[in-house]
């Protein structure tokens, strides 16, 4: 919820702008009547251009497809690609992370089972808790 805040300026407008309807009304009935018929035929124009505005651009806002069902128009292809664009390289980068980190984790394994077998002791050695035990005390 927005709250407007007026400044002393607009408030010193709204009170000007009554006090000249007010005005404006109370003379309206001094008006000769020719005037009056004339600025009635004025109002009414302008409403009817007003609604014929609004009916038009309506019309233009709605696009008839084939089959009778209308569809509103939407934005260019070039804008629609512009909105879908970054979502699609999020995703692509995304997954080049991944790709990245696994194939980083495949070559680390690799890594370890290589110095595992090229070593002297034998595999089996390594899951040996007494081996684990020898590896602590040997460390200074």
Known sequence: MTQTSFTDADVLRARF?????A???ERADELPHDLTERLRVARE???SRA????????AESVVSV???AA????????????????LVMLVAGLVLIREHDLREQIMAAADIDSVLLADDL???????PGFAEFLKTQQP
Do not use: K
């Open 51 to 58: 609604r014929a505005a609004r009916r038009e651009f309506a």
């Open 66 to 68: 084939a089959g009778g």
């Open 23 to 25: 005005s404006l009304t």
């Open 71 to 86: 569809a509103r128009s939407g934005p260019p292809w070039w804008q629609r690609l512009a909105i879908v664009l970054p």
């Open 122 to 128: 034998p595999p089996d050695a390594y899951s040996d």
């Open 17 to 21: 702008a009554a006090r000249i309807a």
């Open 45 to 47: 124009q302008a409403l």
